[in-house]
C-alpha cells in the first residue's frame, strides 16, 4: 500500500537530518522566528523547542513536531497574549530572550548559577540550559504547564494546569497537585485545595511530604514514597520502545489522562489511562445553574428547569433564568417547585429546617420569597438554597439524596429560545 510509505517519508526524512547532527549542542548564534526556520530538534527528532502555533496566535514551548497539531508539552508564558508574528528568540549575554513589539525584552528562562554556556534539546522532551561547568542551570522540566513526560516527575506542592482549550494554551479550568500528604488530587481552578472540592483523588492519604508522581519512558505511572515504596501504580511497568512516547496531562477537560505516541506515526495516539472515568466530574465543566449529563460517555451541559444556556453551545457559561425573579416587596406571580432528579450539586444552605414533609419543604419554599431552591433528604431535612447553583452533574442511581427542587416561575420578558444542551 501506497499510504503508509506518504506518510512514513516525512519523519524518516527528519530522524536522518536529527541523527546525522547528532548530540550537538545548540549554538548560541542561532535565533528562531515562528515563519522562518526549523524549530531545535532533539537528537531523535520526536520533540522540538520554538515557536508553535495554536488558534491562530503564536506561542513558544516545547512541542511534538511529527503531530499534526505539534502538541506541546511544554508553553513559555501561557498566559501572556500570542506573540506577533515577527517575535524573535535567541541568546544575548548568556539568557535566552524572547523579543517582540509587545514584549521589547521579555526573558524566557531566568537562569541562576551562571550564564548560559550551551544549551540541548534532549530526546526526554527536557530542554536543558547548561553554564560553562556543564551543569544544569535551567530545564524546562522544573516548571511543567500541563504535562509531564516519561522521565519527569511532579513532587510536593507541583501543580499541572489543565488548558483553556486545544487551541488555547491558556490557563484553564482544572489542576492537579502532588500534596504533602502524599495524595495526588484535581481540582477546578480557584476554589480552595480541600476535600471538598477536589473531584478526584488517588486515595493515599496521610504518607507524608516526599511522595512523588513519576512517569518512566516505559509509560510506567505511579506514586512513589522513598526510599521505594510504591503508593499507587496507575500503569504497569514495561519495556522501553524506541518508538514510543509517553505524556500524562491534565486536560481541558479536566480529566487527567496518559498518553502514548508512537513517533514513526504522525497521529498515531492512544489513552493508557484516564481519571477520573466519570467525565461529567470535573467541577465547573458545566456553569453556574447547569449539570453535566452522560450522553454516550460524552459530556454534556444542562440547565435547571425553567432555565437557558447563557451562551449558545458554551455549557461552561452556564445557565439564566428564563422567568421573571421574584419580587419580595411586590409577591405578585406564582412560582412552582421543579424537581431535578438524579443530580448531585454543591449545597449552601442559608436555612435547615428539620422534620417536614416534603410538602411542607416545598411549602415552606415557596412562601420565602428569597427561597430560590430547596433539598430534601431521606432524613426529613428541609435545607432552603440561594442561586446560583454550582458543580451539578447527573448521578446514575436514581433516589438522589437529598433531592433537589427549584423555584420556577412564568417565563418573563429574558424569555428567549435557546437550548439546553451543548
Ligand atoms: C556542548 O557545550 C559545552 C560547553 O561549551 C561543551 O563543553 C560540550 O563539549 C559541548 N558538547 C558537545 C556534544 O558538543
Ligand atoms: C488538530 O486541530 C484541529 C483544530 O482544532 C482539530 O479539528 C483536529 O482534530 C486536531 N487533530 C488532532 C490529531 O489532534
Ligand atoms: C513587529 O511588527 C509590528 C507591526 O507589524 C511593528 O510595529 C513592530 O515594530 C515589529 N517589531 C519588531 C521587533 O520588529
Ligand atoms: C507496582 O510496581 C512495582 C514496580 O513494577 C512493583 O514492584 C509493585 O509490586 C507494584 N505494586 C502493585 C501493588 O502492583
Ligand atoms: C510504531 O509504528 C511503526 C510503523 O507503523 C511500527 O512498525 C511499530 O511497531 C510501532 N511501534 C509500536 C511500539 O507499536
Ligand atoms: C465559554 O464560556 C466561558 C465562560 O463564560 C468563557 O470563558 C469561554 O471563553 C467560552 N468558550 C467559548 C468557546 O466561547
Ligand atoms: C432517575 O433515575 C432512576 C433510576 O435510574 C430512573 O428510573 C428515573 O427515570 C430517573 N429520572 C429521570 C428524570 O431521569
Ligand atoms: C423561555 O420562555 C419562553 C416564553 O414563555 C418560552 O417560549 C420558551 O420556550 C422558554 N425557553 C425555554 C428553553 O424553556
Redesign the pocket.
Known sequence: MAAPIFILLPLAFLFITATSQGQKNISLTDTLTPSSNSPWFSPSGAFAFGFYQR?GGCYVGVFLPG???K?AVWTYGRDNPPLPRNSTLGFSSGVLVLQSAEAPDAYVTTPVGGSTASASMLDSGNFVLYNSNQEVIWQSFDTPTDTILGGQSLSASQELHSSAS??DPSTGLFLAIMQLDGVLALYPQGTPLTADYGYWDSQTPNNGPDVTLHLEDDGFLYLLKPPGVYLKNFTSQGVRKEDMIYLARIDPDGIFRLYSYNITRK?D?SVEMYVPTDRCKPKGICGLNGYCVNVDQNPQCACLPGFVSVEDGNGTAGCERNFTVESCRNPTASFDMQPVPNTTWEYDTYSALKLLTKDECLEACQQDCNCEAVTYDASQSCNKQKLPMRFGRSIPDGNSNPQLYVKVGAAGPVATERHGFE
Open positions: 488558534g503531530t499534526s497539531n502538541t486545544d487551541t497521529d495516539r
